[in-house]
């Protein structure tokens, strides 16, 4: 079983950058893949961006997304990263960081508690 504990939401600007951090429990991180996801009021979640186990050698981007996210892992310090870029008011949303047992993506088995990122315009 992972834990998994997001930070680094806040709130920001049109065009500005922030980068999220998801810190996850257990000495097995590297044997998971890991997806961040968000989901706006009155909108379905949605898949933002995905990675593979250990290496990371495969990611998926949500079209959304593409060319402005880059999702990272550093196995040794059990952590996914969302880095995001050119933010939009349309990505406003409560962002999670979620972990597969799978070896490239999903079914996401553990979640984390969410943070909140707010663009404004």
């Known amino acids: 079983q992972v834990q998994l504990v997001e930070s680094g939401g806040g709130l920001v600007q049109a065009g500005d950058s922030l980068r999220l951090s998801c810190a996850a429990s257990?000495?097995?991180?590297?044997?998971?893949?890991m997806g961040w996801f968000r989901q706006a009021p009155g909108k379905e979640r949605e898949r933002v961006a995905t990675?593979?186990?250990?290496?990371?050698?495969?990611?998926y981007y949500a079209d959304s997304v593409k060319g402005r996210f880059t999702i990272s892992r550093d196995n040794a310090k059990n952590t996914v990263y969302l880095q995001m870029n050119s933010l939009k008011p349309e990505d406003t949303a409560v962002y999670y960081c979620?972990?597969?047992?799978?070896?490239?993506?999903?079914?996401?088995?553990?979640w984390g508690q969410g943070t909140q990122v707010t663009v404004s315009s």
């Open positions: 979620a972990a597969s047992t799978a070896r490239i993506a999903g079914p996401y088995d553990y």
């Open positions: 257990g000495r097995t991180f590297g044997s998971y893949a």
């Open positions: 990675i593979s186990w250990r290496d990371g050698d495969y990611t």
